[in-house]
Protein backbone atom coordinates (compact mmCIF):
# COMPACT_ATOMS: atom_id res chain seq x y z
CA UNK A 1 0.00 0.00 0.00
CA UNK A 2 1.90 3.33 -0.95
CA UNK A 3 1.52 6.21 1.88
CA UNK A 4 2.78 9.42 1.57
CA UNK A 5 3.21 11.20 4.88
CA UNK A 6 4.01 14.92 4.78
CA UNK A 7 5.60 16.69 7.73
CA UNK A 8 6.94 20.00 8.90
CA UNK A 9 4.55 22.65 8.37
CA UNK A 10 3.48 24.85 11.38
CA UNK A 11 3.19 28.55 11.94
CA UNK A 12 6.01 31.32 10.79
CA UNK A 13 5.93 34.90 10.73
CA UNK A 14 6.80 36.40 7.29
CA UNK A 15 10.20 36.29 5.49
CA UNK A 16 10.95 32.92 7.66
CA UNK A 17 11.86 29.24 7.01
CA UNK A 18 9.72 26.39 6.97
CA UNK A 19 10.87 22.62 5.68
CA UNK A 20 9.08 20.30 4.57
CA UNK A 21 9.27 16.56 4.40
CA UNK A 22 7.25 13.94 2.67
CA UNK A 23 7.99 9.85 3.33
CA UNK A 24 6.64 7.72 0.55
CA UNK A 25 6.55 3.85 1.14
CA UNK A 26 4.69 1.28 -0.21
CA UNK A 27 6.56 0.80 -3.80
CA UNK A 28 9.27 1.85 -5.96
CA UNK A 29 9.74 5.40 -6.72
CA UNK A 30 12.56 5.42 -8.90
CA UNK A 31 10.79 5.96 -11.98
CA UNK A 32 8.41 8.93 -10.85
CA UNK A 33 7.56 12.17 -10.13
CA UNK A 34 7.41 13.80 -6.77
CA UNK A 35 5.36 16.74 -6.08
CA UNK A 36 4.47 19.74 -3.95
CA UNK A 37 1.02 21.34 -4.70
CA UNK A 38 -0.84 23.83 -2.22
CA UNK A 39 -4.42 24.68 -1.69
CA UNK A 40 -5.63 28.20 0.18
CA UNK A 41 -9.37 28.20 1.62
CA UNK A 42 -11.77 28.83 -1.30
CA UNK A 43 -9.24 28.44 -3.77
CA UNK A 44 -7.91 25.17 -6.66
CA UNK A 45 -4.78 23.38 -5.29
CA UNK A 46 -2.22 24.18 -7.44
CA UNK A 47 1.05 23.86 -8.45
CA UNK A 48 3.88 24.27 -6.30
CA UNK A 49 7.40 22.03 -7.07
CA UNK A 50 7.97 18.95 -9.13
CA UNK A 51 11.25 16.38 -9.28
CA UNK A 52 11.64 13.38 -11.15
CA UNK A 53 13.62 10.95 -9.07
CA UNK A 54 15.88 9.22 -11.37
CA UNK A 55 16.89 12.41 -13.32
CA UNK A 56 17.32 14.81 -10.59
CA UNK A 57 14.85 17.46 -12.68
CA UNK A 58 13.46 20.13 -10.78
CA UNK A 59 10.51 22.68 -12.01
CA UNK A 60 8.75 25.15 -10.23
CA UNK A 61 5.91 27.28 -10.46
CA UNK A 62 6.78 31.02 -11.07
CA UNK A 63 4.80 32.42 -7.53
CA UNK A 64 8.23 30.21 -5.50
CA UNK A 65 10.92 30.19 -7.86
CA UNK A 66 14.17 31.31 -6.00
CA UNK A 67 12.60 31.09 -2.76
CA UNK A 68 11.49 27.23 -2.51
CA UNK A 69 13.65 24.19 -3.46
CA UNK A 70 12.33 20.78 -4.27
CA UNK A 71 15.16 17.87 -3.28
CA UNK A 72 15.49 14.17 -2.38
CA UNK A 73 17.00 11.92 0.04
CA UNK A 74 20.73 11.16 -1.17
CA UNK A 75 19.70 7.92 0.57
CA UNK A 76 17.25 6.19 -2.02
CA UNK A 77 16.09 3.43 0.21
CA UNK A 78 14.54 6.14 2.52
CA UNK A 79 12.06 8.03 -0.51
CA UNK A 80 12.12 11.26 1.15
CA UNK A 81 11.52 14.22 -0.66
CA UNK A 82 12.11 17.93 0.55
CA UNK A 83 10.41 21.36 0.23
CA UNK A 84 12.48 24.20 1.46
CA UNK A 85 11.10 27.29 1.86
CA UNK A 86 12.59 30.69 2.51
CA UNK A 87 11.27 34.23 2.71
CA UNK A 88 7.75 33.44 3.36
CA UNK A 89 4.88 35.35 2.20
CA UNK A 90 1.44 35.51 3.66
CA UNK A 91 -0.17 34.47 0.35
CA UNK A 92 2.47 31.17 1.09
CA UNK A 93 -0.78 29.98 3.72
CA UNK A 94 -2.65 27.19 2.23
CA UNK A 95 -2.29 22.96 2.80
CA UNK A 96 0.51 21.97 1.05
CA UNK A 97 0.15 18.52 -0.36
CA UNK A 98 3.02 15.98 -1.34
CA UNK A 99 2.40 13.96 -4.36
CA UNK A 100 3.47 10.83 -6.54
CA UNK A 101 2.96 10.39 -10.20
CA UNK A 102 4.70 8.25 -13.19
CA UNK A 103 4.71 10.85 -16.09
CA UNK A 104 6.84 11.75 -18.96
CA UNK A 105 5.12 15.32 -19.19
CA UNK A 106 2.51 17.23 -17.52
CA UNK A 107 3.96 17.59 -14.00
CA UNK A 108 2.50 20.94 -13.31
CA UNK A 109 -1.65 18.83 -13.71
CA UNK A 110 -2.78 17.10 -10.47
CA UNK A 111 -5.15 14.56 -12.53
CA UNK A 112 -0.86 13.56 -13.58
CA UNK A 113 -0.72 12.04 -9.84
CA UNK A 114 -1.68 8.69 -8.86
CA UNK A 115 -1.28 8.96 -4.94
CA UNK A 116 -1.35 11.99 -2.69
CA UNK A 117 -0.54 12.22 0.79
CA UNK A 118 -3.10 14.04 3.72
CA UNK A 119 -1.60 17.39 3.66
CA UNK A 120 0.28 19.90 6.14
CA UNK A 121 -0.71 23.67 7.00
CA UNK A 122 1.64 26.12 6.38
CA UNK A 123 0.63 29.63 7.75
CA UNK A 124 2.37 32.70 7.70
CA UNK A 125 1.59 35.70 9.26
CA UNK A 126 2.29 39.37 8.22
Known amino acids: QVQLVESGGGLVQAGGSLRLSCAASGRTFSSYVMGWFRQAPGKEREFVAALSWSAGNTYYADSVKGRFTISRDRDNAKNTVYLQMNSLKPEDTAVYYC?????????????????WGQGTQVTVSS
Open 99 to 115: AAGAMYTGYRSTNKYDY
